[in-house]
């Protein structure tokens, strides 16, 4: 039978006593002690004494019972081992960062970038001047790669723990965005771009433009007639007897017999911007080149802080631990609306400047200034039978002086119906800055409605569907209007004591893409700004609307109310963020987004934030989802009313809040056919849900 060998280790009860080693030699189901060998002194014990009769420390004993106790083998000396010479390492060498430049970028990012530079054109195209000069180099001018310097005296004002310290010989790589332009251009996985659809924006060529851009759009008396009845219908007309000045553009080109112009309301054309002759002062030109997304670093107005000092620069506001820091790194783009590239884009091709100029102390009364752009099907261009669109890039530019008063109403509207024989995709490139003075108030009424009308129904399964017709999911596919692409940039700067601003911006137009991004900054103390938003998208839309309110000086004040109502099989999404310096102390500011859901392949992403990094403020924020109130319906439909009407009068309440900020002027009349609220209920009507809810409850918005 063979035998084999084990080890077992007896634990000792008592300290200082090394475990016993205990060999055995057994066979399957039996197990035979052989011996226990001792090396050392073995103590007295009852266990051990009918062992053991001699103890020696290096002998070894047996027992009757065969078993040898002894502490192991001896402990071998390590025999000294020869250190080896560290063989010398070779310094760290800073790679060229250049050679990295590209190394990040995937084939749909070359592809953003490409589709970029089909919008850029040449240098040839621009009619801004300096502006446009300006503007392109921003865009070609790549940031330089460099480490960041590290400050490590603690005693140092500048210095903080939250530095970036790569190793020597670790590349400098570039903020995605930023590989092959100075200013970051669309990517999917981008923080600001992230719920839109940016595979389809690149992916729908808009590189052509206007042969005629930048030069007049001369009307006969026939072609004036039908345009102004087709504004009129769209209610984007005021008489010149009720309003301060008017100013109409047709596919981005000015058209002077629709328009009224005055000393206050005026186009500004190329002719404007050239050096020798030109009308544009240098602080227009210096406020048309501000870029959005803190890529002008020059505050546009010096900021209080304490008795002496002021603040200019935007990177370094609240450092030096809390500062954004250079527009160019990652965490700062992170938090930008992306929107710059666009701001730039525009200065570039942009044909001519709606520009709304007054003076100080000047108060209009009621009567708004207005600026209309019409978009026509053709985006006024022939049929292109390449399969290319066009692009458009409105630029407008309102100042209000020191204690003035200004409405500013400002319409985006389709001037006739698309068909499938002239219709081209568009984009259309918006850009507005408004500057306010110290005690001036300014109303903004913006209102957006291109893009046709989405078609209704589409939240329906193919179960529901009538056999033999074809189903609403497909007739939205096939709308042409589903590959127009709409995106506003506003930028406005309080730059006085107790400067006022209010906007109630309307996004009820029917483009497949649309995004409106948003930013005001309070620089003075008493500044105030109030942000009433609106945002309509239902069939298969993809809607963006961001909002950016900062608070730099001290005893600044904002409210905003974002109602958002998505119906369909469309997206939305809301990203309202308020951030509160360190010099803005007794900052008072509030902010609530409320969003219903038509349907349950509707989708929304409402995200407010605040960042507050200053210590005596009073801000609130929050957001709300739901569907209709269930009980809401029930009473209306117990006084008589059937579903559907219930459904679109409960929606009309919910809109109307907004809608009532709009300047009457542009509200018409209840009762006329083309009025805001009518307008607004038909595109309501044409989203109201079908059907009961697959999941019963009451999910009400407050």
Sequence with gaps: MKFSNINIILPTLIAGVSPLVLTHAFTPG????????????????????????????????????????????????????????????????????????????????????????????????????????????????????????????????EWTPYQQNLLLDSPVLPAYGLEQYGLPTPRRNAEAWRHFDVTSLVNTDYSLTSSDIGSDLELDGDKTDEYTALLKKRGAWVDDDDCAGRLVYINGRFAPSLSYTTDIAKNLCANDFKEDGGSVSEDVIEKLNRLPDGFTDRLAADVPSGETDFLTSLKTLSGPNHNVGEPTSQFSINNQQGTACFVALNSVRAGSVASVEVPNDLELGDKPVLVVNAITADGGLSKNEDGKGVAMHPRTFVTAGDNSNLSFVQLYVDLNDSNDESFNQKLVNGCTQIYVGSGANVTHSYLEETGGTVTGGVEASSEEEEEGVESKKDIEAKRNELRDTYLESLDVHVTGEDGSYEVAAMCVGGSGKSRVSLSASLLKPGAHATVNGFSLAAGAQRTDFRTNIHHIAQGTTSRQSQKNMVGGRATTSFR????????????????????????????????????????????THGATVSDLSEEELFYLRSRGLDKITSRNMLMYAFVDEIGNCIDEAVQGDTDDEWSLKNRVIKRLQNVVPQGDRAIKGDFQSV
Excluded: M, Y
Aim: one cysteine or more; hydrophobic letters at 30%.
């Design 30 to 157: 039996l197990l035979t002690a052989t011996k226990i060998s001792t090396t050392s002194k073995v103590l007295s014990s009852p266990f051990f004494a009918a062992i053991h009769e001699e103890k020696k420390e290096t002998s070894t004993s047996s027992s009757s019972l065969g078993v040898s106790v002894g502490l192991g083998p001896e402990e071998k000396k390590e025999e000294p081992v020869e250190e080896e010479e560290d063989e010398e390492k070779p310094p760290l060498v800073e790679p060229d960062h250049e050679l990295f430049r590209d190394s990040r970028l995937t084939d749909f990012d070359r592809q953003c970038d490409a589709w970029f530079a089909s919008l850029l054109g040449s240098d040839s195209d621009s009619f801004l001047g300096k502006v446009s000069e300006e503007a392109s180099r921003r865009i070609h001018t790549l940031n330089k790669l460099e480490r960041n310097p590290v400050v490590e005296d603690r005693d140092d004002e």
């Design 576 to 619: 309202g963020r308020i951030r509160v310096e360190q010099s803005a102390q007794q900052t008072d500011s509030e902010q609530l987004a409320r969003t219903v859901l038509l349907s349950d392949k509707a989708r929304i992403w409402a995200v407010p934030s605040l960042e507050i990094i200053a210590d005596d403020v009073t801000c």
